[in-house]
């Protein structure tokens, strides 16, 4: 075998996992399996004494002495580091980084920059959790007012005076560009609470792409219908304001309960002009939905 394959052979385990594949994460199955190994191979002294010694005739050439065997190996650990974390080799874990998202410890609170709004959302709760933070993250499409924003924010007992947020990076940038990312912070405080924190943070939407925080207003700041009044409205009038601003619309029937209300899918031939609008809603780009009812409910809370 020659001297630069030997050097493979003890380096290829390397090869086996990465930070971002199943199991490569920082106290993983297989990171513990490959750092069982390679320490394995490390007390195998036979195997050592016979690559440094070389009783053959042999020489390393300029390339490939002892000291870069050496510098070989170090890398080796460093590579080792990267894939096992500090769980296994010693020290505080205070950053992570994937495809998706990259987060670190600054000055009590973990900083999360989005580096991917589209990637499996599996990502962002993975790099929260190997940090020790109980913290899942989804990124949703979201209508143009909320992109950016934290849509829904629950569970845990987090102190009341430790802000969590969002903000976009530089201030008021597009999150078109390219430099523009999408950052949340959490309080370093809630680590190690048994409670799970849930975020939904706000992203833009793909083309026809439905959005999911379709129980906010469209007529909110930023939103296609922003100011126009809707609420107690007859369905002829809103789908004339609709029609004004050049969308269309879907509807959904408003179902009042004892404590509140349900909604349900209703086609468009079912709905009478003199019907009741309750609230609109984002949908996707283009289009809005109209929550109706036959009649006005005393039961529902108007905007008017």
Same mark, same amino acid.
């Given at each position: 075998?020659?001297?630069?394959?030997?050097?493979?052979?003890?380096?290829?385990?390397?090869?086996?996992?990465?930070?971002?594949?199943?199991?490569?994460?920082?106290?993983?199955?297989?990171?513990?399996?490959?750092?069982?190994?390679?320490?394995?191979?490390?007390?195998?002294?036979?195997?050592?004494?016979?690559?440094?010694?070389?009783?053959?005739?042999?020489?390393?050439?300029?390339?490939?002495?002892?000291?870069?065997?050496?510098?070989?190996?170090?890398?080796?650990?460093?590579?080792?580091?990267?894939?096992?974390?500090?769980?296994?080799?010693? &020290?505080?874990?205070?950053?992570?980084?994937?495809?998706?998202?990259?987060?670190?410890?600054?000055?009590?609170?973990?900083?999360?920059?989005?580096?991917?709004?589209?990637?499996?959302?599996?990502?962002?709760?993975?790099?929260?959790?190997?940090?020790?933070?109980?913290?899942?993250?989804?990124?949703?499409?979201?209508?143009?007012?909320?992109?950016?924003?934290?849509?829904?924010? &629950?569970?845990?007992?987090?102190?009341?005076?430790?802000?969590?947020?969002?903000?976009?990076?530089?201030?008021?940038?597009?999150?078109?560009?390219?430099?523009?990312?999408?950052?949340?912070?959490?309080?370093?405080?809630?680590?190690?609470?048994?409670?799970?924190?849930?975020?939904?943070?706000?992203?833009?939407?793909?083309?026809?792409?439905?959005?999911?925080?379709?129980?906010?207003?469209?007529?909110?700041?930023?939103?296609?219908?922003?100011?126009?009044?809707?609420?107690?409205?007859?369905?002829?009038?809103?789908?004339?304001?609709?029609?004004?601003? &050049?969308?269309?619309?879907?509807?959904?029937?408003?179902?009042?309960?004892?404590?509140?209300?349900?909604?349900?899918?209703?086609?468009?031939?079912?709905?009478?002009?003199?019907?009741?609008?309750?609230?609109?809603?984002?949908?996707?780009?283009?289009?809005?939905?109209?929550?109706?009812?036959?009649?006005?409910?005393?039961?529902?809370?108007?905007?008017?």
């Amino acid at each position: 075998m020659r001297d630069i394959d030997e050097i493979n052979e003890l380096l290829r385990p390397l090869a086996r996992i990465s930070p971002d594949e199943p199991g490569g994460r920082a106290g993983g199955a297989r990171a513990q399996a490959l750092f069982a190994d390679i320490i394995a191979q490390e007390r195998d002294t036979t195997t050592a004494a016979a690559l440094l010694r070389r009783p053959r005739g042999r020489r390393f050439g300029p390339r490939f002495g002892h000291r870069a065997l050496l510098g070989l190996a170090a890398s080796a650990v460093l590579a080792l580091g990267v894939v096992l974390g500090p769980s296994l080799l010693g &020290g505080a874990a205070t950053s992570y980084a994937n495809s998706a998202v990259e987060i670190h410890e600054e000055a009590g609170t973990y900083v999360a920059r989005i580096k991917d709004p589209y990637a499996d959302q599996r990502k962002f709760s993975e790099a929260f959790r190997s940090l020790g933070l109980n913290v899942e993250l989804r990124v949703i499409p979201v209508s143009p007012s909320a992109v950016g924003e934290i849509v829904s924010l &629950g569970g845990g007992n987090t102190p009341v005076n430790v802000p969590i947020g969002a903000r976009k990076e530089p201030a008021d940038c597009d999150l078109a560009d390219s430099g523009c990312f999408m950052v949340v912070t959490v309080p370093a405080a809630i680590k190690g609470t048994p409670d799970v924190v849930h975020f939904e943070l706000g992203r833009p939407a793909k083309p026809g792409e439905s959005y999911e925080n379709n129980w906010q207003s469209a007529t909110r700041p930023g939103e296609p219908l922003a100011g126009v009044k809707v609420s107690g409205r007859t369905v002829d009038d809103v789908l004339a304001e609709v029609g004004k601003h &050049g969308l269309t619309a879907e509807f959904r029937r408003v179902v009042v309960h004892e404590g509140g209300y349900t909604v349900e899918p209703l086609a468009a031939d079912q709905v009478g002009g003199d019907w009741i609008v309750f609230k609109v809603i984002p949908a996707r780009a283009g289009v809005v939905g109209l929550e109706v009812t036959a009649e006005r409910q005393t039961g529902l809370e108007y905007a008017d």
